[in-house]
C-alpha cells in the first residue's frame, strides 16, 4: 500500500487496522526542496577586499556564514588582490567590491537537489586601481549573472538514515568586456587576460571553501537532521515507526508499520 505526503496526516485510520502489514509513503521531492530552503536560510558568502591588522598582518575579507539551521558558521577567507606589472607605466591592480548572495533558490532533478546561490554586488564587483593614477586609472569591472551552484545527492545510508553525499559547488560569472581595453599615456591595454584570470581566481576561492564548509560532518549532517526529523515527526502523528527507508530518484519511499 502506498500514499503521498501530505496525506499521510490522514493515515491514522488506515494504519489502525495494519497489525502486521506495513505502508509505504512516497514523500515528493517537492516536500523536501522544501525543508532544504529552510535549511539554507539564511546564508551568507561575502567577497571583499582583504585588510590590514593592527599588527600590520591580513584578515581576510571574505566569509562564509550559515543561518541557523546550520549552526550559525562561520568561515573567513581571503582573495587577495589581483595586480598586473605595466612596466613603466605603472601598475595595475583588482580587489573584489562587496560581493554577495542577494538571493538563492532550491530544486530537485531526476538525481539530486540543487541549491543556487545568486550574487550582486555594493557597487561594481572587482575595483580597479592604478599605482599613479588611482581609482580613476583603471576601469572597473562587473562580473555579471554571478551564481553558485551547489549539487547534492541524497543517499540512504546503514540505519535508514538520509544523508547527502559530498556536495560539488561551481561558480559561472561573466566579465563585463567593455573598457577593458583602454589608453594611458598614449598607450594602449588590454585587461581581458588579467580580470578573466582574476574571476577564476575567485571561482576557485568560492568553490573551494563552500565545498569545504558543506561538506564536513557539522553542517552535512545537520541538514540531514533536518530531514530525518520531519520524517519521524510525520511518521509520529499517525501513531507509526519508520522500517525502511528508500531514494527512488529525489522522491523518498517511507516503509511504515502501526505502534
Do not use: C
Not at 13 to 37: C, F, N, S, Y
Not at 85 to 94: A, H, N
Not at 198 to 203: E, F, G
Not at 219 to 231: P, T
Amino acid at each position: 500500500m502506498r500514499a503521498t505526503l501530505p496525506a499521510i496526516l490522514a493515515l491514522s485510520l488506515a494504519l489502525t487496522g495494519l497489525a502486521r502489514a506495513d505502508l509505504t509513503v512516497r514523500v515528493p521531492r517537492a516536500t523536501i526542496v522544501e525543508k532544504i530552503k529552510a535549511t539554507f536560510k539564511g546564508v551568507r558568502v561575502f567577497v571583499g577586499e582583504d585588510r590590514s591588522g593592527p599588527l600590520g598582518e591580513t584578515l581576510p575579507g571574505s566569509s562564509i556564514q550559515f543561518g541557523p539551521a546550520l549552526g550559525n558558521k562561520v568561515i573567513p577567507f581571503s582573495v587577495p588582490k589581483q595586480e598586473r606589472d605595466l612596466g613603466f607605466f605603472g601598475k595595475v591592480s583588482y580587489s573584489p567590491n562587496g560581493i554577495y548572495v542577494k538571493d538563492y533558490a532550491v530544486r530537485a532533478t531526476a538525481k539530486e537537489f540543487e541549491v543556487t546561490l545568486y550574487f550582486a554586488s555594493t557597487d561594481v564587483a572587482l575595483k580597479g586601481t592604478h599605482s599613479f593614477l588611482g581609482d580613476s586609472g583603471a576601469p572597473d569591472i562587473e562580473l555579471n549573472g554571478a551564481h553558485v551552484l551547489v549539487r547534492m545527492r541524497p543517499v540512504v545510508g546503514e540505519g535508514s538514515k538520509i544523508y547527502f553525499a559530498k556536495p560539488e559547488v561551481s561558480f559561472w560569472a561573466d566579465v563585463q568586456t567593455q573598457g577593458l581595453s583602454w589608453n594611458i599615456l598614449g598607450r594602449r591595454f588590454d585587461l581581458l587576460d588579467s580580470v578573466t584570470g582574476y574571476r577564476d581566481k575567485i571561482k576557485e576561492a568560492i568553490e573551494g571553501q563552500l565545498a569545504n564548509a558543506l561538506a564536513g560532518p557539522n553542517a552535512r549532517s545537520l541538514l540531514a537532521q533536518k530531514v530525518q526529523e520531519f520524517i519521524t515527526q510525520q511518521a509520529g502523528k499517525v501513531g507509526a515507526k519508520i522500517v525502511r527507508l528508500a531514494m527512488e530518484g529525489t522522491d523518498l519511499l517511507i516503509t511504515l508499520k502501526k505502534n
